[in-house]
């Protein structure tokens, strides 16, 4: 029995649009055996607003690239939409906030206009000349174990002063750009960063995620979250298509089994320890 996939993303995420559909998702869900989705787009600012808490440093906030904000009334219809139509499919809605330690009035601002079954929090830029900056786009081999303890060291202040998301995603971002020429990554030489991540992310007993869009954890790296006191797990495709919703869970499931964790209370769960 597969797990609920948590993190997937349709046609209201800025970076996704034609390339998904929600209902395309939900179709790939049912086919796939999946028993629940949740569909956690992307909450990303490019400016403070008013009640943000602005890093010194960074006083633009970002370069737009790109971003858009949720157009939160098609979103909910369309979730309406597929509930209605696929019964058989739990349909949860969420998102995915960038940055919410950082962006947190414009975070809550968002958060009035809905209900959100799932909030992701996820860090995806570091601070580099005066603004937030995706890693992938500064990872050298030279820097790579140096950014990967930046990003922890951030990652930490995240868990520690927002308490907006539930779910930690991709706390292994930056391996997703990880440079030929760093080598093959090893997980020992940033154990005790990860350990104090996980450490203040179990004691506010909130849950991470295992993403299969990034390289898989480790069963070594997801032990240290059991050793930590991590209670559950949340699997996510991070899926910006629609073949992807559910891809990779069987080994991502096995890796999970060997860290410690099993089924939780029913098959909406997350797995438990
Ligand atoms: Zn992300
Ligand atoms: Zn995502």
Redesign the pocket.
């Known amino acids: 029995m597969l797990p609920p996939d948590n993190?997937i993303?349709t046609q209201f995420s800025w970076d996704t649009r034609s390339r998904s559909s929600m209902i395309r998702a939900c179709e790939q869900a049912v086919s796939a055996g999946l028993p629940a989705v949740a569909f956690?787009e992307?909450v990303d600012f490019t400016a403070w607003g008013e009640r943000d808490l602005p890093m010194n440093d960074v006083p633009e906030a970002r370069a737009k690239g790109g971003i858009q904000p949720l157009d939160v009334e098609g979103y909910s219809a369309s979730i309406q939409e597929c509930q209605e139509r696929f019964r058989d499919l739990r349909i949860l809605s969420g998102i995915?906030a960038g940055e919410p330690h950082l962006f947190s009035g414009s975070v809550a601002d968002l958060l009035r206009q809905a209900t959100f079954d799932r909030v992701?929090g996820?860090l995806h830029s570091l601070p580099r000349d005066g603004l937030l900056v995706g890693v992938g786009w500064f990872l050298s081999a030279e820097s790579a174990y140096d950014v990967v303890r930046d990003y922890c060291a951030e990652l930490l202040r995240m868990v520690e002063s927002s308490d907006v998301f539930e779910v930690l995603?991709?706390f292994d971002y930056p391996r997703r750009y990880w440079p030929r020429g760093a080598g093959t990554y090893e997980d020992a030489k940033v154990e005790e960063e990860h350990r104090s991540v996980f450490r203040a992310l179990a004691s506010s007993g909130r849950v991470l995620e295992i993403n299969t869009a990034s390289p898989l954890v480790s069963a070594t790296a997801l032990r240290w979250w059991y050793d930590e006191g991590g209670a559950a797990v949340s699997f996510g495709s991070?899926a910006h298509t629609p073949n992807r919703v559910g891809d990779g869970f069987e080994v991502a499931m096995d890796v999970a089994e060997a860290a410690g964790f099993r089924p939780g209370r029913d098959r909406f769960d997350f797995w438990r320890r």
């Open positions: 993190h993303h956690t992307h995915e992701l996820s995603a991709h991070d």
